[in-house]
């Protein structure tokens, strides 16, 4: 049986980008795979680890003669890459991404796309804290959602294919429309990953010695953030630039909820506290039950991934 | 050898309460366990597990003969149970308690201890988001801080009969100031709780039909934050309103932060954001250093204890 795809490019070969290689590999769906990434750096360690045949600075020539072009840069550079490549697609090529922003994504790249060849962005509910080509393993999208958000008049076929290769990671995959997976990003995402970032840079104005305790006692709640605050700073730059007004609408909910708790703690209102207290739990028994609370990866036992 | 205590009292058998008696059980370093419980429900429960000796609704029967008392209901119960139990307290017993508040324990506390009782107040790093009796267990101390707060002029030796309670759990003990204790605890627990409450709350606000994606698509960073928001919701009112000034002070520095950075993705500086973000790897890096991230409790691969 021949391969899903014949020949796929991996343009930006970090944690995802490194993951999806090493799951092509591992279940035999791709018969070449071309990495592309910008430093020598990089692209000796993506032939060092052996998760692609070559690896080229310049995303045409990685992107020329395949039949999957995967996007996995921070999304700030796509528009970049999608004019690099532009002239080097092969007709009928499949573009897929899996940027964590998904309208700006077409609006970025749509453009610089020849007529023929089919567009899937796509968003993979999956990564960890760390990042780059060593951080990836073949497992990080089992039982993982994979979103993709085919632009209306989508072929078909081509977003099949995609839905088989995301399947074949062990992924559950949902199509849903770009606009509305930004605003539901929004809050299961970004908004939380801002809060982190902004938690934990608090602590970090704090005076030097009580730093110290902040790390010695982590365990009180802390330290879940420290973990999301940890992930790579310039995709999560490109998060906020791209998905701008979803984000800042939810932060706008957000303030207003802790404003009302932080006048209930001011003026003593037990009864206040209380009952948004228990209202959560709620939320938390529809994970539980979702079973979204359970992967676990054995090689880091402080991780969930 | 003869335990480290003839009869401990544990007043409030919850999580915490519950996990101390099977501690203490597991290391033999009580001659008899009496709990006290509220309710009828509560007080079977307790016996049903074997957590307890006997089991009390009075605090005054459940303390008489103790040579130590463990106040472990949420610290918004610590006064009526002082004076209910400040009659019946044996001369020269030791009081302590693991709230995860210290000023106003002491404040509420301290003035109905008679003359000879000893008061350390002492608070365990440790916790999951599940409450009761039945969420308890012997190993949940290990390898955790404990943080004891004992007021100046208290008794050496009874300080030191609690720090080898604590020790004997597996946990590493520091003594502190009960003022300073609250402020550290503010920005590593207490803020942390809050903001988590607060999101949690916020997606609950969110329509029917997208509720039921948030909890699909938790993985992107919202599922930590469920787990923190998860918490028993009467503990948690009464720390915010026992640690009232330390929490609104860094709120409000969290907030002044939040805003800068919303300003950031308003105006689209992609610098300030990612020099931002950058900041916070480090804090993780220390944490990690300090393993106040490994540990792991194999029964709920989900829960980092």
Known sequence: MSALFQRV??????????????????????????????SAETRAKVLELGLADRCEADPAAAVAGADLVVLATPVGAY???????????????IVTDVGSVKQAVIRDVGPYLPEGVHFVPGHPIAGTEH????????ELFEQ??????PPAGTDAAATEKVVRLWRAFGS???????????????ITSHLPHLIAYTIVGTATGLEQSEQSEVV????????????????????????????????????Q???????????AIRWGEGETLEQHFRKTREIRRGIVEAKQAGSFDPREPDKKV
């Open 9 to 38: 490019a991996v343009i930006g070969v970090g944690l995802i980008g490194s993951s999806m290689a090493r799951a092509m590999r591992k279940h035999g769906l791709a018969g070449e795979i071309v990495g592309c990434a910008r």
């Open 79 to 93: 528009e970049a890459v999608a004019r690099a490549m532009e002239k080097a697609l092969a007709p009928d090529a």
């Open 131 to 138: 990042s780059g080509p060593e951080a990836g393993f073949a």
């Open 144 to 149: 993982r959602w994979c979103i993709l958000t």
């Open 172 to 186: 559950r995959v949902e199509i849903m429309d770009a606009g509305h997976h930004d605003k539901v990003l929004a």
């Open 216 to 251: 010695r006692y982590s365990a009180g709640g802390f330290r879940d953030f420290t973990r999301i605050a940890a992930s790579d700073p310039v995709m999560w730059r490109d998060v906020f630039l791209n998905n701008r007004e979803a984000v800042l609408e939810m932060l």
């Open 253 to 263: 909910r957000f303030t207003e909820d802790l404003t009302a708790l932080q006048r």
